[in-house]
C-alpha cells in the first residue's frame, strides 16, 4: 500500500540537541511539506520542497533545516536554535502541479511527537 | 495569515446537524477541509475551487464565496464518527486576481466537534 511514513512516533531529546524527523513517502509525489502542529494552534506550515533538490521555507523556518536529496525523503532536522521544538510534527505530500486549474489534497503521515526535556 | 475558523467548538447530539466556517483576509484561490481524530494524521474531506469545482466526500457538502473570501462546511446528520478537529486550508491567489494560484495551504486553528449518543 502506498502512504507516508514517518519515524519515530515519539521522540525525545534533551535541550541543545540537534534532531532529525524521518518522512518517507511511496506515493510518486512530487511535492512534500513539513507542519508543526501545537494545541489550539492549527497546522503552521514549516518548510515545503515542490522538486528534489529544491525547498522554500514556510511560516515558522526558524530553527529548522530539511533536505530533498531523494524524491521519496524529507527529513527535517530540528536545531538547538528552536526555542520552543516540543510539538507534534507532521509531514504532508500532495501531486504537484504549477499554477495548474486542480487542485489536489495533501496526504499526511502518521506524525511524531518531539518532547524536549 | 491564518484563516479564522468559528466556532470554535461545537457539541451536537447524533443525528443534529452542523456548519462550520472558514474566513480569509485575503483572495482565495482554494480552500481544503481536513479532520483529525485525536492523535492521528488529519484525513481529508474536501477541496472547493474558485469558479465552483468540488471535489471530495460524499456526505459532506461545503460552499465557497468567493467575493466574501469564507467557505463553510455543512455535516448534516451526524454520526459518532464525524468527532474530530475539523481544520481548513486557505490557499491564495498568486499576485492578487492573476488565475494562478500561490503554492502554500495556510490552515485554520481548527474547529473541535463533539457528536454524543
Known amino acids: 500500500d502506498g502512504g507516508i511514513t514517518q519515524s519515530p512516533k515519539y521522540l525525545f531529546r534533551k535541550e541543545g540537541q540537534n534532531v532529525t524527523l524521518s518522512c518517507e513517502q511511496n506515493?510518486?509525489?512530487?511535492?512534500m511539506y513539513w507542519y508543526r502542529q501545537d494545541p489550539g494552534q492549527g497546522l503552521r506550515l514549516i518548510y515545503y520542497?515542490?522538486?528534489?533538490?529544491?525547498?522554500q521555507k514556510g511560516d515558522i523556518a526558524e530553527g529548522y533545516s530539511v533536505s530533498r536529496e531523494k524524491k521519496e525523503s524529507f527529513p527535517l532536522t530540528v536545531t538547538s536554535a528552536q526555542k520552543n521544538p516540543t510539538a507534534f510534527y507532521l509531514c504532508a505530500s500532495s501531486i504537484y502541479r504549477d499554477a495548474g486549474p486542480t487542485e489536489n489534497e495533501q496526504f499526511f503521515g502518521p506524525g511524531t511527537r518531539l518532547t524536549v526535556l | 495569515q491564518q484563516p479564522v475558523q468559528s466556532p470554535q467548538a461545537v457539541i451536537l447530539r447524533e443525528g443534529e446537524d452542523a456548519v462550520i466556517n472558514c474566513s480569509s483576509s485575503k483572495a482565495l484561490y482554494s480552500v481544503h477541509w481536513y479532520r483529525q481524530k485525536h492523535g492521528e494524521a488529519p484525513v481529508f474531506l474536501m477541496i472547493l475551487l474558485k469558479g465552483g469545482e468540488q471535489k471530495g466526500h460524499e456526505k459532506i457538502s461545503a460552499s465557497f464565496n468567493e467575493k466574501k473570501q469564507q467557505s463553510s462546511l455543512y455535516l448534516t446528520a451526524s454520526q459518532l464518527s464525524y468527532s474530530g478537529t475539523y481544520f481548513c486550508?486557505?490557499?491564495?491567489?498568486?499576485?492578487?486576481?492573476?488565475?494562478?494560484?500561490?503554492?502554500?495551504?495556510?490552515f485554520g486553528k481548527g474547529t473541535l466537534l463533539t457528536v454524543n449518543p
Open positions: 486550508g486557505a490557499r491564495g491567489l498568486q499576485g492578487g486576481n492573476s488565475g494562478g494560484s500561490n503554492y502554500k495551504l495556510t
Open positions: 520542497s515542490q522538486i528534489v533538490n529544491d525547498f
Open positions: 506515493l510518486n509525489h512530487d511535492a
